[in-house]
């Protein structure tokens, strides 16, 4: 854990610092008042403190050094981790063009068959009912207003 | 007499009586799965009331809560997996009884205890919440102020690990609640021109992504074709013996007044509440040694204090305005989406919302009675559910939940950034509830800090002057100092 803990030390005290930069700019008092850097500075600047603190800390325990543990649980975890986070991320690119039904079909295939293995029929029936579903509840009861795409659906 | 009838009126309305059972429903289910807590099922459904009537969305997103805490037992006893976090100590228990052929009672006491425990807590919450908002109507923001950092102090000692990444996580927190425009002043901070971040970063988007997608890219990551082996056969005999409820009854009683308490504290949680009335349990019992071999009091205590707790952690929301756990975080997010800001006033100004969702409670802990038992087959089979079929699902209402808050791509641009935050956090060691709590705490404790320096005219000696400010403010330096000793209380040895 030491080593996270140094990495993640090093990206705080870099938000922290920029942040306490960026309240310094923004004003700290105006006419005898609070000024809108005043927090972002005071948050800023505890951020960076406590990054450097976690940071020395990581630095002189050696008790944890021998117990690595692996950061993916699976060897082929972080295949399964990124092509989820890639389609989630996809899908709000794609729906304004494809329309609501058609971008979640491809999601919920790409789902069902890529990342749980499921069998075609499986896949084809889940996603579709799904699907169904989720227009029913969002679109038509809820009334969500959700984006119809090029092909006007 | 008239109070109590107005809010009877209030919950008896077919439709507040409609959403409270669909929220026990929806809470019970996501209680019973394992991989989606309360807090992220409450993220999914916040948009959903947006549009409808508050009262009836409030009692729902309330259900939803306090139904997990029924459900979690459920996954605990049967499969030895704990469906909802503060059912963990449920397992070392309630599967051993189940394991001797006790299923039957496991599940019937863990659904009585909780009954009992949540009644409990919404009695108190009926009789000591007014009073606390009473009190409260004298809070100026000088208090205010104390009372989030004491709020904030509070959640940090409390939480697990590090006290160095909570505070961490807590300043980030912070740092996010002050992206938008500036409410004093206008001007923008940290939006980078995108503006749909002038109003700030909304809390149901990060919400979805720390506790819904991170949790789903964390499931994933672990092999998908992982079967669960339920002791379905071996339920038999819900109702409990006359033997089990002699000794569960000192177990519900603590259970119920300590869970309430810990319900109250800013970062007492359902979780630390059921480990400690387990603990507690342990402690005062005759024979601590069988604790751990499937014994009916493991699973009472911290059923009881869990659900109790839930009652407990409505009351510095509804009085103070001020949301101690991330679920109370995102139910101020549901009062302010319709303009309404709870605190001392909330009683006076809308009382329909507070004796309504107040007296809902009740009826939907009797909802949560009658749905356990007798449908307890049904979650069962709600269990083989494979989390390939699941997790689909769960990420599809994230994304529409996103979509549909502002119409905006940008909103579910957050959740996955957060989703993806959030995956990182938990394999750092870090805490994404207090990032939370903290991004809600954060525009809270900058406006009455402006509000109180205005007062004195820059000086910061009215937090000194006031003695109730005083006062709060020095509880927040003790919690802190005493870290160490309340993470010795925290973490108790359970074998």
Redesign the interface.
Known sequence: MNSRNRISAIFCFFLGLTVLIKGMRLGLKVDQEMGAGFFPLVAGGILTLLSFILFVQSLMDHGTQGHKEPFWVTPSGWKRVFLTLFATAAYPLLIGHLGFILSTLFLLFFFFKVIARLKWWAVGVGGSVATMCAYLIFEIWLKANLPQGLLGF | METILFAISVALQPINLFFAFIGVVIGTLVGVLPGIGPTAAIALLL??TF?GDVVSGLIMLAGIFYGTQYGGSTTSILVNIPGEAASVVTCLDGYKMAQKGRAGPALGIAAFGSYIAGTFSIILLTFVAPPLAKLALYFGSPEFTAMAILGLSLLVSLSSG?M??A??MA??G??LG?VGV?P??G?P??IFGIYELEDGIGLAPVAMGLFG?SE??LN?????EEKRETLVGKVKGLLPNLQDWKDSAVAITQGSILGFLIGVIPGGNTIIASIASYTLQKRISKHPEKFGTGVIEGVAAPEAANNAATGGAFIPLLTLGIPTTPVMALLLGAFMIHGIIPGPLLINNNPDIFWGLIFSMYIGNIMLLILNLPLIGIWVKVLKI?Y??L???I???C??GA??LN?S?VE??IM?FF??VG?LMK????EPALLLLALVM?PI??ES??RS??LS??NLMIFIHRPIALSLLVLAFVSLVSFPMTRAFRKPKIN
């Open positions: 948009p959903t549009r590090s160095v990444k505070l961490m300043a980030v912070l740092i002050v500036d004093a002043r001007t901070r940290f997608i789903v890219l994933v990551e672990k092999s998908l494979p390939g079929i997790f689909p699902l990420i599809l209402f994304l529409i979509y549909t119409n791509q579910v641009g996955v989703g993806f995956f394999k750092f060691d870090y954060g404790l900058e800090l402006r320096l205005a005219g820059g």
